[in-house]
């Protein structure tokens, strides 16, 4: 018993009315400042519009009608935004008309009796009316070739429905249960505006029991290829070729092609070794051309075409930072000192000098202030506190007294000094994005090395050279939301002489880190504070403890030293 679904299903096959509409003429005429497109046609119809970007495209659907044009392709039509017309029986009662516009353009659409017109700006001068003018009576129209239905509830090979993909490829719903390779090769090129050429093997088949919804045109008609076991290549004049895979491979084996790549912002060692690894074995060759910046392939036209796709996506401009770095140190250092001397002596001038000035007797006439022992009889001379004193002191005051045959002098001698040291270093540099950048001001320090030798071997002396100064090295990376990534090591370095047995040493302030960093934003990377206080006594034994009186007897050093270290960056993205 047959299905009341299967009934339905023939006598809809049975009973189907062939379209009464005809699409007979496209006109294209000036109106004022506007581009008229006029579609003449006849019977019952409606017409639905859209238009499609990237590129630009007016589509008119004229349903219930059949293709009475004379051609399917309209090239070089260049007027009123208007390039070229493509005309195709898109369904059994679909004509479908797809206009190439110079570029995206608002319309207004009209219906007057047979008669549909669009109306938009006109983005060019006047032009000269263009038709396309109509066939003569008796042209086949397309629904004539699309294949009846073989079994009952079978689907005749429907058209493409358009939509549009993110990427730019326009995405199709085809479903075929019974249909020739050759129809479906066809549909498929007038979907997607290309050229197909089927080997004579691939246009004997049969398409049967497909459904593909909603898929970009190349993913379904490789779908659908494959399920044949058959493949396509693109050639460079943009013609596809649809042979089986045997065949494909073979003509890929047979055929090379040698292209010569422009490289514009990239390396061309760097691209050429990349492409290296995409080249067919023991066959193609990449090879870079650095007075050109260029890539010289030679390869099957398959692969040349893979790795010229590859290249546009690396070979892009580079982004470039600028990083302006703040090195900030700064040395304070606060000194107090106090301390009294105390020198007594008889009246016969015998001394201990080591303060005051006494005739040197070994050179007659001069006064000197080494220390001096001139003894002679009975002699009484005393020097306290002398070996420890007030280094340039700013304030010195003598008392000095006699009482009988002595007399005793008594210096006191003070010192405060303040001491501050502010180094501001501000280096700036700008780099390509994922590029190593170094910049520096000071100079190249000699060091000189000796080599004690072995053995018989006489000592070997050489030269070294340390980099000293404000030292910036940076390595950057935007990111994909534009933040930095930023690779940073920042110096201020120096040398100091007059070390005990060594000679000299390098004093040096790093800071280095990774940040991720906003476009502008600064971030402090090191920050440092040293504080170092010496307090030193010394004076007359025994005397300088006694409570209250003993600061008459000793020498006092107070010494306090802070540093501050401070390394700040702030990256820039550089359009």
Same mark, same amino acid.
């Not at 070794?273 to 990449?286: C, F, K, Y």
């Not at 260029?294 to 099957?300: H, K, L, P, Q, R």
């Not at 900030?328 to 606060?334: C, G, L, P, Q, S």
């Given at each position: 018993?047959?299905?009341?679904?299967?009934?339905?299903?023939? *006598?809809?096959?049975?009973?189907?009315?062939?379209?009464?509409?005809?699409?007979?003429?496209?006109?294209?005429?000036?109106?004022?400042?506007?581009?008229?497109?006029?579609?003449?046609?006849?019977?019952?119809?409606?017409?639905?519009?859209?238009?499609?970007?990237?590129?630009?495209?007016?589509?008119?659907?004229?349903?219930?009608?059949?293709?009475?044009?004379?051609?399917?392709?309209?090239?070089?039509?260049?007027?009123?935004?208007?390039?070229?017309?493509?005309?195709?029986?898109?369904?059994?009662?679909?004509?479908?008309?797809?206009?190439?516009?110079?570029?995206?353009?608002?319309?207004?659409?009209?219906?007057?009796?047979?008669?549909?017109?669009?109306?938009?700006?006109?983005?060019?001068?006047?032009?000269?009316?263009?038709?396309?003018?109509?066939?003569?009576?008796?042209?086949?129209?397309?629904?004539?070739?699309?294949?009846?239905?073989?079994?009952?509830?079978?689907?005749?090979?429907?058209?493409?429905?358009?939509?549009?993909?993110?990427?730019?490829?326009?995405?199709?719903?085809?479903?075929?249960?019974?249909?020739?390779?050759?129809?479906?090769?066809?549909?498929?090129?007038?979907?997607?505006?290309?050229?197909?050429?089927?080997?004579?093997?691939?246009?004997?088949?049969?398409?049967?029991?497909? +459904?593909?919804?909603?898929?970009?045109?190349?993913?379904?008609?490789?779908?659908?290829?494959?399920?044949?076991?058959?493949?396509?290549?693109?050639?460079?004049?943009?013609?596809?070729?649809?042979?089986?895979?045997?065949?494909?491979?073979?003509?890929?084996?047979?055929?090379?092609?040698?292209?010569?790549?422009?490289?514009?912002?990239?390396?061309?060692?760097?691209?050429?070794?990349?492409?290296?690894? *995409?080249?067919?074995?023991?066959?193609?060759?990449?090879?870079?051309?650095?007075?050109?910046?260029?890539?010289?392939?030679?390869?099957?036209?398959?692969?040349?075409?893979?790795?010229?796709?590859?290249?546009?996506?690396?070979?892009?401009?580079?982004?470039?930072?600028?990083?302006?770095?703040?090195?900030? %140190?700064?040395?304070?250092?606060?000194?107090?000192?106090?301390?009294?001397?105390?020198?007594?002596? +008889?009246?016969?001038?015998?001394?201990?000098?080591?303060?005051?000035?006494?005739?040197?007797?070994?050179?007659?006439?001069?006064?000197?202030?080494?220390?001096?022992?001139?003894?002679?009889?009975?002699?009484?001379?005393?020097?306290?506190?002398?070996?420890?004193?007030?280094?340039?002191?700013?304030?010195?005051?003598?008392?000095?007294?006699?009482?009988?045959?002595?007399?005793?002098?008594?210096?006191?001698?003070?010192?405060?000094?303040?001491?501050?040291?502010?180094?501001?270093?501000?280096?700036?540099?700008?780099?390509?994005?994922?590029?190593?950048?170094?910049?520096?001001?000071?100079?190249?320090?000699?060091?000189?090395?000796?080599?004690?030798?072995?053995?018989?071997?006489?000592?070997?002396?050489?030269?070294?050279?340390?980099?000293?100064?404000?030292?910036?090295?940076?390595?950057?990376?935007?990111?994909?939301?534009?933040?930095?990534?930023?690779?940073?090591?920042?110096?201020?370095?120096?040398?100091?002489? +007059?070390?005990?047995?060594?000679?000299?040493?390098?004093?040096?302030?790093?800071?280095?880190?990774?940040?991720?960093?906003?476009?502008?934003?600064?971030?402090?990377?090191?920050?440092?504070?040293?504080?170092?206080?010496?307090?030193?006594?010394?004076?007359?034994?025994?005397?300088?403890?006694?409570?209250?009186?003993?600061?008459? %007897?000793?020498?006092?050093?107070?010494?306090?030293?802070?540093?501050?270290?401070?390394?700040?960056?702030?990256?820039?993205?550089?359009?």
């Amino acid at each position: 018993m047959i299905g009341k679904q299967v009934l339905a299903t023939l *006598l809809a096959t049975l009973w189907a009315v062939a379209p009464t509409g005809r699409v007979q003429e496209v006109r294209i005429s000036p109106t004022g400042d506007e581009t008229e497109i006029a579609v003449i046609t006849s019977g019952d119809v409606e017409v639905r519009d859209f238009i499609l970007r990237d590129p630009a495209r007016l589509i008119l659907d004229v349903h219930g009608a059949v293709n009475e044009l004379p051609d399917g392709t309209f090239e070089g039509i260049g007027r009123g935004g208007i390039v070229r017309l493509r005309s195709s029986q898109f369904r059994d009662d679909v004509v479908r008309l797809v206009f190439d516009l110079a570029r995206p353009a608002n319309y207004e659409t009209r219906e007057t009796g047979e008669r549909y017109t669009v109306r938009f700006a006109n983005p060019g001068g006047t032009f000269e009316p263009w038709s396309s003018g109509s066939v003569l009576a008796g042209t086949v129209a397309m629904q004539d070739r699309v294949p009846e239905p073989t079994v009952p509830g079978a689907r005749a090979p429907s058209a493409p429905s358009m939509s549009q993909d993110a990427g730019g490829l326009e995405r199709i719903t085809v479903a075929y249960d019974s249909a020739s390779m050759l129809e479906v090769l066809a549909g498929f090129s007038e979907f997607a505006g290309v050229s197909i050429v089927p080997s004579a093997d691939a246009a004997g088949m049969n398409v049967q029991g497909v +459904d593909i919804r909603d898929q970009r045109w190349d993913t379904a008609l490789d779908a659908i290829l494959a399920s044949q076991g058959l493949g396509w290549r693109l050639q460079s004049e943009g013609i596809l070729i649809v042979d089986k895979l045997e065949g494909i491979r073979a003509r890929d084996t047979l055929q090379t092609e040698t292209r010569v790549f422009k490289i514009n912002y990239a390396s061309a060692d760097s691209v050429a070794s990349t492409l290296e690894r *995409l080249a067919t074995p023991n066959r193609g060759q990449v090879v870079p051309y650095l007075g050109a910046n260029s890539v010289i392939v030679t390869d099957a036209p398959s692969v040349v075409a893979r790795m010229d796709s590859l290249i546009r996506n690396l070979d892009v401009k580079t982004p470039q930072v600028s990083i302006e770095a703040k090195i900030i %140190f700064v040395d304070r250092t606060d000194v107090m000192e106090l301390g009294i001397i105390y020198d007594l002596k +008889d009246l016969a001038g015998n001394s201990i000098n080591d303060v005051i000035g006494v005739p040197d007797p070994l050179n007659p006439g001069e006064i000197t202030n080494e220390t001096l022992v001139d003894l002679g009889g009975s002699s009484v001379a005393v020097l306290a506190n002398a070996n420890d004193r007030v280094l340039a002191p700013s304030l010195e005051i003598l008392a000095s007294v006699a009482f009988g045959d002595f007399s005793l002098s008594a210096w006191l001698q003070a010192l405060e000094q303040h001491k501050l040291s502010d180094v501001q270093a501000a280096p700036t540099i700008q780099v390509v994005d994922n590029h190593h950048a170094r910049i520096q001001v000071g100079e190249k320090t000699p060091v000189r090395v000796l080599d004690a030798g072995t053995g018989n071997t006489q000592a070997q002396a050489t030269v070294q050279y340390e980099d000293t100064g404000i030292i910036l090295d940076v390595t950057p990376h935007i990111t994909n939301n534009n933040q930095i990534l930023l690779d940073v090591s920042a110096e201020r370095s120096g040398i100091q002489t +007059d070390i005990p047995d060594v000679g000299f040493t390098f004093l040096k302030q790093i800071g280095q880190s990774r940040l991720l960093l906003d476009d502008g934003e600064t971030m402090v990377i090191g920050g440092l504070t040293l504080s170092q206080v010496d307090r030193t006594e010394s004076g007359i034994p025994f005397l300088m403890d006694l409570p209250v009186l003993g600061a008459l %007897f000793r020498t006092t050093k107070n010494s306090e030293r802070k540093t501050d270290l401070i390394i700040l960056v702030t990256p820039h993205i550089v359009d």
